[in-house]
C-alpha cells in the first residue's frame, strides 16, 4: 500500500522566506510526527498530532515554525523567516494511533536556506 | 526523561562477519524499542520493535535484538553481514509521557561492510 509522502522532496530557499512542507500520512493513520535531521542535532523530534490537535509541539524550536492538519489526514510544516541553522531534512511519520507504536516514516524534505 | 545512546557513530565488519550495534537506553517506564535503518537519501525503516513481549525480537533482513532490563541494553545484532547492509542505523526509545508518543533517537551507527 501507499507508504507515507513528503512534497516538495527538496526545497532551497533564501534566508527570510517562509516555506511550508507538507506530509501525507498513511491512510488510517491517525497520529502524526515531524522530526527534523541535521548533521549537529541527529534526529529531533518537533510536533505530534493525534488528529487535528498537537496535544505536544515541545520541539518546534521557535515561534518561527508552526504546523497544523487538516480532516485527520495531511499536515504542514511552516518555517516563517528561515534562518541557515533550518537547514536539515525534515521527516514526516504516522502510526496507527496512540496505542500503536510503530512508526511509517516518510521519505524527507531535503530544506536548504541560502 | 528517557534517553538512547549508542556506542559508536561508526562500524565497520567484515563480509560474513557478526554485525553487532550498541544501544543502551534510559527509561522511567517500561520501554518500548525500536531500530531503523537508512539508506542514503532516504527516510527511516523499521526493523524491529520490542513492546514488552518476548526479549529476543526478530526483524526484518536477518536482523535481531534482545532486551535486557539488568544491562538497559538493546544491542542489534546480525550473523552474517551483507554488503546491502551498509547505511546509518538508529536506535529508539518511544516516549511514553503524558500526551505524547514521540520517539527519542540515538545518534546513529553508520555501517560499513568490507569485501
Known amino acids: 500500500g501507499a507508504g507515507v509522502s513528503q512534497s516538495p522532496s527538496n526545497k532551497v530557499t533564501e534566508k527570510g522566506k517562509d516555506v511550508e512542507l507538507r506530509c501525507d500520512p498513511i491512510?488510517?493513520?491517525?497520529?502524526l510526527y515531524w522530526y527534523r535531521q541535521s548533521l549537529g542535532q541527529g534526529l529531533e523530534f518537533l510536533i505530534y498530532?493525534?488528529?487535528?490537535?498537537?496535544?505536544?509541539k515541545s520541539g518546534l524550536p521557535s515561534d518561527r515554525f508552526s504546523a497544523e492538519r487538516t480532516g485527520g489526514s495531511v499536515s504542514t510544516l511552516t518555517i516563517q523567516r528561515t534562518q541557515q541553522e533550518d537547514s536539515a531534512v525534515y521527516l514526516c511519520?504516522?502510526?496507527?494511533?496512540?496505542?500503536?507504536?510503530?512508526?511509517?516514516f516518510g521519505p524527507g524534505t531535503r530544506l536548504t536556506v541560502t | 526523561a528517557q534517553s538512547v545512546t549508542q556506542l559508536g557513530s561508526h562500524v565497520s565488519v567484515s563480509e560474513g562477519a557478526l554485525v553487532l550495534l550498541r544501544c543502551n537506553y534510559s527509561?522511567?517506564?517500561?520501554?518500548?524499542l525500536f531500530w531503523y535503518v537508512q539508506y542514503p537519501n532516504q527516510g527511516l525503516q523499521l526493523l524491529l520493535k520490542?513492546?514488552?513481549?518476548?526479549?529476543l525480537v526478530k526483524g526484518i533482513n536477518g536482523f535481531e535484538a534482545e532486551f535486557k532490563k539488568s544491562e538497559t541494553s538493546f544491542h542489534l545484532t546480525k550473523p552474517s553481514a551483507h554488503m546491502s547492509d551498509a547505511a546509518e542505523y538508529f536506535c529508539?526509545?518511544?516516549?511514553?509521557?503524558?500526551?505524547?508518543?514521540?520517539?527519542?533517537f540515538g545518534t546513529g551507527t553508520r555501517l560499513k561492510v568490507l569485501a
Open positions: 511519520a504516522s502510526s496507527l494511533g496512540p496505542g500503536s507504536y510503530e512508526q511509517y
Open positions: 491512510s488510517g493513520h491517525t497520529a
Open positions: 498530532f493525534q488528529g487535528n490537535s498537537a496535544p505536544d
Open positions: 527509561s522511567s517506564v517500561p520501554p518500548y
Open positions: 520490542y513492546t514488552s513481549a518476548a526479549t
Open positions: 529508539a526509545v518511544s516516549d511514553r509521557g503524558p500526551g505524547t508518543y514521540k520517539y527519542i
